[in-house]
């Protein structure tokens, strides 16, 4: 039977779904301080699922070609240049003859491109103002403390510089609003407690487009349907791996039971705050949050928002009972309106 | 399938008898979802190989179904790449069943603005004609003073890092039988 | 290549034009290049003379990309808004009409009951990816997705619609034979559905409210204390447009009072949205959504007045009927790319979640001391 | 390596988890750079002053592991008093020939040795690419050497390399280099800090190294630092070459290279090698220490395993009928040679010089003029459209209805639609299963070869004339399998590692070859591979069941050895240097060599060996002497010989630069290999006039998303998708100056060519402050062309053809360029826009290269040269 916290709050959510034989929950932990960008994930997934081609455009986003995640791109990489510190790390340009930063500028160019994915709604073209400020230095985001002390990048040239890489994937929330707006069940939850869409039973409705809290699900152009990553449902039935992390080079894609990544990462966030790299921050991580935590969770060396990810985000049917109770109220006050309407007059 | 099947195969009616009220999880599996498997497990045949972009020498598994590649993967068992691949190295099925392969021989007679078709029989023979040719136009016997050269210098080839040292060694060993003598590859780029 | 795409950097040229007509006022350090670089900038630029009572908004997004994919729902969604909140409307006028011995009222409630669902059922499934598989939607039922939830209404309500509708037809029937025994039956079946069909109009036309505000999209989302209400209504008044088309000045009474009160509803729900969401009642206010809005409106007011005022002109009363009506499409539209507005920008997404953390790490200390 | 080679990566990462520190010097910031502890930026070109700096540290601090530099190199032999240093001679060494711009090496020889060099003709040996030989092997030392073990002696190798790089100071390195002294000293320190008896520290290169028309010089420099701070043989040391073909390694081994025969046996040259024995004995060099002292069983045995029966004692084993070398005859020669009409016939397989090799321009108007071509590919690549679809084609410099070239493409197979091996850049082989049939008319390079050779046999049946008879001779019998009769490529495997002629039994090592045509052997140093007559290469023992150095999976030649030269792990007395880092050593028990990896050293030679006073070939080596291959047994701190520009490596500018040599009067490699040729006009850098016409340097190299000429990834959708059009990256500083703008375009201009690319300004790019002025720096892939999913201009169209005169490759990693904001005009007028540079830099036909650029040359100061100023000593910092 649903669980007290079934719309919100911590959940264990394959028994949830009905599932008296649930499997332990799956998922990734995808830390992106070792992410080297390579995008074997991309093309993993790609081949493993037959996903069709994304757009041969140029993008200038960095080296993202892809842009977001789409229903032709399951997983994303993204690309960020920062004239900013990384961790304990020598600074790369120090003591060379440089001028200003560049970053933010060539971000907010970025930020108008566009590139045919084949799908809808795709990639919409960005707000250069967010660009520039995801691509700039501290001084920029007003984040003071931020940067160890002595690092600060002065306006004039650039000494310091990152460039964050991370690989993007479908969250597969605790609370998954593209799940429970589905008015087909064609996104369903499995028993390792994954979100997937059936594409045998999906018929394109867009709702679970609008639900999304991380803009991951997308309509595939010409199919008509819904798409997105499937955390290898195939794969994980056969006791086998999902294409992305087995492909991954370094390990920044680690897939195995939640509890234990969630372990594991807390360690790794131990370990890198000890090494001096004070920014790394889990993101999705959280039982608690407002999507009773990802199933696939991220470590960032920056703001989530710089990723692309929404910093606080609620899954919609947490609200829903109040949706209801209005709904119901706006109903009878409009019942009670036409009744009035008919009885309450003379003529 | 009887009204009854029907009905107990409603997700509504499995929403209502079932254990997943709210039709989130097991009452809204489809037929297709409860019986998926993944294709590597029901392939004809596995053929351990190397992935053929770079050196690193990336174990590789490529599954076969009916005749067709249908999946290549990192080998888990390497100690080499355990298991993982680079893009390019995962993209290794659509590049072995690439639309864009050529599958067919395409020749271009001289001064033609088209390819035209051409039998493979027919292409290797002609092939081997222009060698004894060229041979016969260029071959050096001796140097000037008289010591042997036994070659031509009329024919050259490169190529070889991409391919197996089994075909290396062929090739080497008959161009020099043939004594062509400008046999190089990507090793000299 | 995709054909017809802008030329790149065309956006951020438009940035730098705002920037230059801006002044020196931001933080802009000019490159080397010779280009200005994006700097600290306030929001409200696309005010456009407007007066926000917002702060200003900084926020980050990956390369200033939507965090949200905006809704892929095309105008038919908008229109079925319309088309479902009027045949709820139009079916509790004619279940008024029904019991109250208004015929006018009823007959046009009916009919236009029937045609409006059946617009709305083309909608529906005309915006679907594969429209083939609409059947597919009658698989589940989940009270967590209005959609489905309002699949399940239409389906009770759109047959009860129809009979009633069809119920219409009686008066035309021969008098004898299988058709004749319908003329007899006709008429009460149709009171029946004409009753079911006004039992679940409210619903049908509330669950839409939900069906906006259960997405990610925030300034649906955020408003989701009104949308029910606005549509609510929103549909009363276009009912009650479709009752002053149809009845006479003497049937009519009813009719004007379901426009005052949803006029009522519409207004205040609207102005709620307007103003009580922050920087996500923007969308509502700017550029078309803005524009529909407020036409939305003047269209009610101008629709309400002459509805009270026409009381003895039938013109008067049609042409107010057809404002109430224009007046719902307007609003409807509104409401519908408003959220869109709010989705395609990551401003809408990034600030009040922000604001958000901001406001419960200032009072954990507090919670924890 | 994170961006060309990410799956190899993987163990950095993992080195880095274990607290390794890791340091990236690239002229670009790369995905390796991004993950590292700290990247240098560098010109690109300068990495010997770099590492040459780091020698410097190293011996002036005496940071060395002197205890390993003693022993195993040859650190404390003296050189003849005839040598003299770059120091004395403005650049050069002594013995320099302005005439052929080669050396004589007799004066870097060993004191006492100097009549043995074998190298007193390195123009010759240069057109041979000669340096190639010694891959597995340095070049001839005889008897013993005179030895000072307390370094002191001034013409002991250590003093000599102490003075060679007593001006490569931090100074000097930020000078040339452009890397901040502080971040030099953070590599030095860290370098030789992580170095010694309990540590170990790696050097990774990728092939871009070799690039360089001194590219042997940059590794042989790498080689220096790591012998001497005792980091080479050991585990977690060593030179790390990342190779970028899956089987580059394995066709060097198993040469498809003009001066090799298979297992680093030189192709025989017409004047020097003129019957058996001159050449057995050119390999072997008499009385000389080191496994190559069997070559001439190695040799007998290849001929044998080529001409089969017809190979015997009596007739030399065929050696007649090999083809005999004059000079080079390498692909860029070809080239040239197509051009001048003299080549009939050209096969490329499974390669793309149209977009992969320098100077594309140079490469498709050679192909344009020969009588056929044979494309072997996946993919109707560039240089099989090239009479179609090429730039030269625009601007009507190809016009297909004069072009008389004949193509013919032929279908390849993929590498799962056959089986055989590849050799990987670890030395190792892995046997690959065929998993489907090739499509159509694809076919395997085995089956095209053997069927043509059975074709062309099959013409010359009975013919009079002698020059067939090599062919008619050659053993051509392979078994054939199947519907397509595809050649046994276990069949081949198996007369790769050789076979007892009588018996027929697979050989088992290479120490079994003899030289009486008893053991036939296609490649010695791959003897083993078949051993007991089964598939070595095939094995597949998961890593899971074996230990970390996995010597059950796969391969790896010679004799399964996974690190070569591993005797060096242990100290002289053959006991580990520490525990930590134990992997080879002396079992006194049981009187033998044990350790992890196979021991590359004679089993049973124990540590306290001494050789008798005459020994030759292996018995020569001492037991402590673990460098096995060279002809003295130890690492070679200054080569004698072998080196054809020099016994040690010094910094010269790139052909093409827009800077004087800041620490010489020799402004590039004095020996490197120039082709005077109207097509390759080279950009003129200091001390010419007009290089300033381009001043832009520029490097090109590899993303992650493609490979190489983009065959193999321009084709795949989901390849092409990640990486779908050409740019070019640009710093902040270069954008401002020329005017670029991110995502608009750029055209880069160079003597040769004209190509345009989108740009991407970013700060991974930096100006550097180099000898006083400010150097700006331009990336690009050079992966496009104009087949595929995703096309472009070629980066390699810009470059001209310059080799490195060792191994004679093309310096394609560095040139000098303008840029301009906008597209490349189309057709003629692009040809005049690159006519009009040309006029502007004096680059007219009848122009010559300056060599040497030093009086220190004796008179050989090319009078051509407008600046050749006289000799300017630079670059001594007090």
Known sequence: MPDANSLYGPLDPAPDAGWTDARARMGFFTDTSVCIGCKACEVACKEWNDVPGSGLDLLGMSYDNTGALTANSWRHVAFVEQPRPAGHRTPPFAGLPTAATVSAASAAVAAGTADDTGTDPGLPPGDPVAAARMAAGPEFLGMPGAQPPGRATGPAERTDFRWLMMSDVCKHCTHAACLDVCPTGSLFRTEFGTVVVQEDICNGCGYCISACPYGVIDQRRGDGRAWKCTLCYDRLGAGQTPACAQACPTESIQYGPLDELRERA????????????????????????????????FLLLDSPEVYGLPPDPVVTTRDLPAMWKRAGLA?????AAAVAAFVGGSS | MGLRTFIQGWPVYRQLTGTDPLGRGTAAQSARSATLTARTETADSVARSVCPYCAVGCGQRVFVTDGRVTQIEGDPDSPISRGRLCPKGSASKSLVTSPLRQTTVRYRRPYATEWEDLDLETAVDMIADRILAAREETWEDVDDAGRPLNRTLGISSLGGATLDNEENYLIKKLFTAMGALQIENQARI | MSPHRPPVGDRFRRFLGRLDAAGPTGDVPTGPGGGPRAGRRGGGRRGGGEQLNVPPAEFTSYYGRPVLKPPVWKWDIAAYLFTGGLAAGSSLLAAGGQLTGRPALRRAGRVTALAAVSASAYFLVNDLGRPDRFHHMLRVAKLTSPM?????????????AGVAAVAEAAPWLPERGVLGLGRRLLPPVGQAAGLVAAATAPALATYTGVLLAGTAVPSWHEAYPELPIIFAGSALASGAGVGLLAAPGDQAGPARRMAVAGAALELWGSHRVENRLGLLSEPYRTGTPGRLLRAGRALTAAGVAGALVGRRSRVLSGLSGVALLAASVATRFGIFHGGVASARDPKYTVVPQRERIRRREAERPAVEG | MAEAHPVGFQWVMEARKRGAKVFHVDPRFTRTSAVVDSYLPIRAGTDIALLGGVVRYILENELDFREYVLAYTNAATIVSEQFVDTEDLDGLFSGYNSETGSYDQTSWQYEGQERNSGGDDTGKERDTAAGLEHESHGASVRGRTRRDETLQHPRCVYQILRRHFSRYTPEMVERVCGIPQERFLELARAWTENSGRERTGALVYSVGWTQHSVGVQ?????????????????????ILALRGHASIQGSTDIPTLFNLLPGYLPMPHHADHETFDDWVRSIRHPGQKGFWGHSRAFAASLLKAYWGDAATPDNDFGYGYLPRMTGDHGTYQQVLN??????????????????GSAHGKAQRLGMANLDWLVVRDLFLIESATFWKNSPEVDTGEIVPQECRTEVFFLPAASHVEKEGTFTQTQRLLQWREKAVDPPGDARSELWFFYHLGRKLREKLAGSPHRRDRALLDLAWDYPTHGDLAEPSAEAVLREINGYDTASGRPLSAFTEARDDGSTAIGCWIYTGVYADGVNQAARRKSRHEQDWVAAEWGWAWPANRRTLYNRASADPQGRPWSERKRYVWWDPEKAEWTGYDVPDFERTKPPTYRPPEDASGPDGIAGDDPFVMQSDGKAWLYAP??????????????AESPMRNPMYGQQANPARKVYEHPVNLMNPSPPEAHSDVFPYVFTVSRLTEHHTAGGMSRTVRPLAELQPEMFVEV???????AGLAHLGWAHLVTGRSVIEAKVLVTDRLTPLRVDGRIIHQLWLPYHFGTEGLVTGDSANDLFGITLDPNVLIQESKVGTCHVRPGRRPTGPALLDLVADYRRRAGMSLDRRTPVATTDAAGGGTDERSPEASPVEKRGEDA
């Open chain 3, 148 to 160: 489905s939830v309002g699949t399940w209404i239409l389906t009770a309500f759109g047959p009860a």
């Open chain 4, 338 to 355: 197509m051009i001048d009409g003299k080549v009939k016939g050209y096969f490329l397989l499974g390669q793309n010089p149209a977009v």
């Open chain 4, 641 to 654: 010989s072998g080196v054809l520009d020099g016994p040690l490596p010094t910094h010269y500018e790139p």
């Open chain 4, 731 to 737: 710093s902040p500083e270069l954008a401002a100056e």
């Open chain 1, 266 to 297: 807390a360690e790794r966030v131990a370990t890198l705050h000890e090494r001096g790299v004070p920014e790394a921050q889990l993101y999705g991580h959280d039982p608690a949050d407002g999507v009773g935590g990802d199933g696939a969770f």
């Open chain 4, 218 to 238: 940059y590794i042989r420099t790498g080689a220096i630092i790591q012998t001497l701070l005792g980091n080479m043989g050991r585990p977690g040391g060593g």
């Open chain 1, 331 to 335: 109903a009878l006050a409009m019942a």
